[in-house]
C-alpha cells in the first residue's frame, strides 16, 4: 500500500493500493500495443490533445494545486505557480513541435542525405515529490508530442498527483496506454525497466535510485537521463547590490522549502563584504512566514518526518563541527513536519552542509578571500547542476561563468529553468538534458537515410 501524509499535520489522508505482478504486465502490453499506433498518429492530432491537456490543466488548476500542496507541503501560492510553468512549456513545446521534428538535410558526397528523427516507444520516468506535476510534465509532454509513449512510477507519497496526471491525459483524449501510472514501489522498479517493451529510462532524484537505476539500465543497454541532486553555489562579489541581492538569496534557498535541486545552498561570499551581506540576510530570514501551506505563507512543512530528521541530523553534526547557527537551527515544535528557516556561518569543508545536499531551509554561509577562491569553493563539490553569480560588473561573470563546473549558471538572476533553454547537470548531479530542444532529442532515434 502507498500511504499519503499531510505534511501540514502528519494525518494520513489516503492510501493507494500497489498494482499486482499481473496488472503491472497488461499495463506494459498496453503500452507497447498503445505505441504501435501513436508513433504513426498525425503531428496535428498529437497537438489538438495535447491543446486539450492545456486547457484542462487550467480548469482543475485550482484542484491539482491543493492536492500538491495537501501531499508534499509547498504553500498554495506555489503550487499554483506550478501548474502555471506547465502550462507555458506545454504551450511552448506544442508551438515548436514541427520546427524540431523536421528531417534534417546533410550535404554529402551522396544523392541525397538526411536525419529523420523517431520515437523510441515506452519510456519509464521514476519521478521525484518536490515538484509532482512539474518534474512529470516536463518529460512527458515533449515525448508524447513526438510519439514516444509515458509509464510514470511516482514517487509514494504524491500517488494522488501521479493519478490525477493519468486522468489527465485520458480526459484530454490522449489513446489509452499512451500516458500511463504505475502505482508501485521502487522495488519494482527493476522489473519495469527489464521489460522488453521499456526502451528507456528517465529518474529524476537522488544519487542513490540514480546510481541504481542506470546500472540495472545499463545492463539491458537501454539509455537513461539522471537529473540528480545539487548543492549549488550562490556567488556574491564585492560589488553586488547587496540588498536586492539578500533578498533574491531569500527566495533562492527557501522556496519549496529549500527542497529543490537547484536551489542554492552554499552562499559563498567574498570577504570584503561577508559581513554585510550576513547580516541584511539575516533580517530577511527573521521576518519569513512559516506556517499552514494553505495559508498565505513564505515557507511550509518539509515533505516528510524522514526528511525533516535527515535536515535536523545535517545541521545537528555541522554545529558539532563548528558551524554557528545564526538563525533558526531547529524543527519547529508543532505538528507536522516544520523546520526553522536557518542560516549557519562559519561553514568548512567536511561539514554536512558544506559536502552534501541539504534538501531543507538551512542557507551555509561560506567566506572567500577573492573571486578566484569563490569559483574554487564553488566547484569544490561533488555535484554540478547550478550556480549563481551576483556583481555589477557582467564582463566578469560571463568570464566566471565558464569556470563553474554546472549544467546552467545564472547572471543576477536566481536559478529557475526555463523550457526554451536545456537543463541538467554534470559530475554527480547526473547526465543529459531536459527541456527544450535539447531535452527533445535525449528519446529518439536519430536515423541517418541516405539516397544514392
Ligand atoms: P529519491 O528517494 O531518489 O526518490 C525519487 C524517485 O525515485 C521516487 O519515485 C522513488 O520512489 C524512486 N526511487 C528511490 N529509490 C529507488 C531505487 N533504488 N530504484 C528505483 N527507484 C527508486 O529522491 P527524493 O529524496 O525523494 O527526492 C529528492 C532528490 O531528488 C534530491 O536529491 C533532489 O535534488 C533530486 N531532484 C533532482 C532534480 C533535478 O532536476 N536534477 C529535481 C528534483 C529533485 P519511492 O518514493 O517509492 O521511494
Redesign the pocket.
Given at each position: 500500500m502507498?500511504v499519503s501524509i499531510n505534511p501540514a499535520n502528519g494525518q494520513k489522508r489516503a492510501e493507494f493500493p500497489e498494482l499486482s505482478d499481473e496488472e503491472l504486465s497488461s499495463k506494459l502490453d498496453l503500452a507497447a500495443q498503445a505505441f504501435s499506433k501513436w508513433r504513426f498518429s498525425s503531428l496535428d492530432t498529437r497537438k489538438d490533445l495535447m491543446n486539450k491537456l492545456i486547457r484542462n490543466l487550467d480548469i482543475h488548476k485550482d484542484y491539482y494545486s491543493k492536492l500538491i500542496t495537501t501531499e508534499m507541503g509547498k504553500p498554495i501560492r506555489q503550487s499554483i505557480a506550478e501548474i502555471d510553468k506547465c502550462i507555458t512549456m506545454a504551450e511552448v513545446y506544442t508551438n515548436d513541435i514541427d520546427r524540431f521534428l523536421q528531417d534534417e538535410y546533410v550535404n554529402t558526397a551522396h544523392k541525397e542525405s538526411f536525419i529523420t528523427f523517431e520515437p523510441l516507444g515506452a519510456i519509464l520516468a521514476?519521478?521525484?515529490?518536490?515538484?509532482p506535476f512539474w518534474?512529470v510534465l516536463r518529460f512527458a509532454v515533449p515525448n508524447v508530442l513526438l510519439g514516444n509513449v509515458c509509464l510514470l512510477?511516482?514517487?509514494?507519497?504524491v500517488q494522488g498527483c501521479a493519478r490525477e496526471l493519468e486522468k489527465l491525459f485520458v480526459e484530454s483524449g490522449f489513446p489509452l496506454g499512451v500516458f500511463q501510472n504505475l502505482p508501485i514501489?521502487?522495488?519494482k522498479?527493476?522489473k519495469v525497466i527489464r521489460n522488453p517493451h521499456v526502451k528507456a529510462v528517465t529518474?529524476?532524484?537522488?544519487?542513490?535510485?540514480?546510481a541504481?537505476?542506470a546500472a540495472i539500465a545499463g545492463s539491458e543497454i537501454k539509455k537513461t537521463v539522471l537529473?540528480?541532486?545539487?548543492s549549488d553555489p550562490f556567488i556574491v562579489l564585492a560589488d553586488a547590490d547587496l540588498m536586492p541581492v539578500c533578498q533574491n538569496a531569500v527566495h533562492a534557498r527557501l522556496r519549496n522549502a529549500g527542497?529543490?535541486?537547484?536551489s542554492a545552498k552554499r552562499f559563498i561570499v567574498v570577504k570584503d563584504v561577508v559581513e554585510e551581506f550576513a547580516l541584511n540576510y539575516a533580517n530577511y530570514f527573521r521576518n519569513v512566514v512559516v506556517g499552514d501551506p494553505m495559508g498565505d505563507v513564505d515557507v511550509g512543512p518539509l515533505?516528510s518526518e524522514a526528511?525533516l530528521r535527515e535536515v535536523e541530523l545535517k545541521v545537528q553534526k555541522s554545529v558539532e563541527m563548528g558551524a554557528n547557527v545564526l538563525v533558526g537551527g531547529k524543527r519547529i515544535q508543532r505538528e507536522g513536519f516544520y523546520f526553522e528557516p536557518t542560516i549557519l556561518t562559519n561553514v568548512r569543508k567536511g561539514m554536512p552542509v558544506y559536502e552534501e545536499?541539504i534538501?531543507g531551509p538551512v542557507a551555509s554561509i561560506i567566506v572567500a578571500e577573492d573571486e578566484d577562491d569563490a569559483i574554487r569553493i564553488a566547484n569544490d563539490t561533488k555535484y554540478g547542476?547550478a550556480a549563481s553569480i551576483w556583481t555589477k560588473d557582467i564582463q566578469k561573470a560571463k568570464n566566471l561563468a565558464r569556470k563553474i563546473e554546472a549544467g546552467s549558471v545564472y547572471i543576477n538572476a536566481v536559478v529557475s529553468s526555463d523550457v526554451r533553454m536545456p537543463?541538467?547537470?554534470i559530475k554527480k548531479?547526473?547526465y543529459g538534458r531536459?527541456l527544450s530542444l535539447y531535452g527533445l532529442r535525449e528519446f529518439v532515434n536519430i536515423k541517418t537515410i541516405i539516397v544514392e
Open positions: 502507498l521514476v519521478m521525484p515529490w518536490n515538484f518534474q512510477k511516482h514517487a509514494s507519497n514501489t521502487a522495488a522498479v527493476e529518474l529524476t532524484g537522488s544519487e542513490a535510485a540514480g541504481s537505476v537529473e540528480l541532486g545539487g527542497q529543490a535541486c537547484t515533505a526528511a545536499e534538501f547542476l537543463f541538467g547537470g548531479s547526473g531536459e
